[in-house]
T-cell receptor, first 113, second 117 residues
Framework: EAQVTQNPRYLITVTGKKLTVTCSQNMNHEYMSWYRQDPGLGLRQIYYSMNVEVTDKGDVPEGYKVSRKEKRNFPLILESPSPNQTSLYFC????????????FGPGTRLTVL | AQTVTQSQPEMSVQEAETVTLSCTYDTSESDYYLFWYKQPPSRQMILVIRQEAYKQQNATENRFSVNFQKAAKSFSLKISDSQLGDAAMYFCAYRPPLGGGSEKLVFGKGTKLTVNP
């Protein structure tokens, strides 16, 4: 089944404790992206990747890191999480670019205490 | 910077009726893409419909259609014969034209649609 998977689905952590949210797709997509969703703010793009070893900032990259060492994986790293990073995070992928249909993962609910 | 505005935080419709969700955007570009995404209570984001700015014909997908007014920078979504399964958050999104290596997507804040039986 073609899908985007994220792990973990739920995470509660404390300020300053490094964490990684994994994202994997099995559709051989080149484009991958991370978004955060906050009430009243909609979705905002954090980082995106056009292909392996090619990443770029979205609108809210501060406090996040990404890497794209393999085509299928695009992990989101929070080196020192803070409470303002409490949010719902989505990973998405598309064949080559945003003109292609984006497929979203199920979301990761992150709480930083 | 491009912005996307959804002026209706919440809307409701009776089952089988028609509802229109509004979206306006701000851009100085002429060639871009617009999207409507649906997020049901399951939180799964699903693409509903897309519109390429250089195409004058309004996009249609079954019961979903758009009214794209390029000069007015308006991109509304019409849902015909509303069904209970249409209840969801709906997000309008804008993608700038290719070029400059940027491939960003800008979302509106969303409209929560309730469908009443």
């Amino acid at each position: 089944e073609a899908q985007v998977t994220q792990n973990p689905r739920y995470l509660i952590t404390v300020t300053g404790k490094k964490l990684t949210v994994t994202c994997s797709q099995n559709m051989n997509h080149e484009y991958m992206s991370w978004y955060r969703q906050d009430p009243g703010l909609g979705l905002r793009q954090i980082y995106y990747s056009m292909n392996v070893e090619v990443t770029d900032k979205g609108d809210v990259p501060e406090g996040y890191k990404v890497s794209r060492k393999e085509k299928r994986n695009f992990p989101l790293i929070l080196e020192s999480p803070s409470p303002n990073q409490t949010s719902l995070y989505f990973c998405a992928s598309s064949l080559r670019s945003l003109t292609d249909t984006q497929y979203f993962g199920p979301g990761t609910r992150l709480t930083v205490l | 910077a491009q912005t996307v505005t959804q002026s209706q935080p919440e809307m409701s419709v009776q089952e089988a009726e028609t509802v229109t969700l509004s979206c306006t955007y701000d851009t100085s570009e002429s060639d871009y893409y617009l999207f409507w995404y649906k997020q049901p209570p399951s939180r799964q984001m699903i693409l509903v419909i897309r519109q390429e700015a250089y195409k004058q014909q309004n996009a249609t997908e079954n019961r979903f259609s758009v009214n794209f007014q390029k000069a007015a920078k308006s991109f509304s979504l019409k849902i015909s014969d509303s069904q209970l399964g249409d209840a969801a958050m709906y997000f309008c999104a804008y993608r700038p034209p290719l070029g400059g290596g940027s491939e960003k997507l800008v979302f509106g804040k969303g409209t929560k649609l309730t469908v009443n039986p």
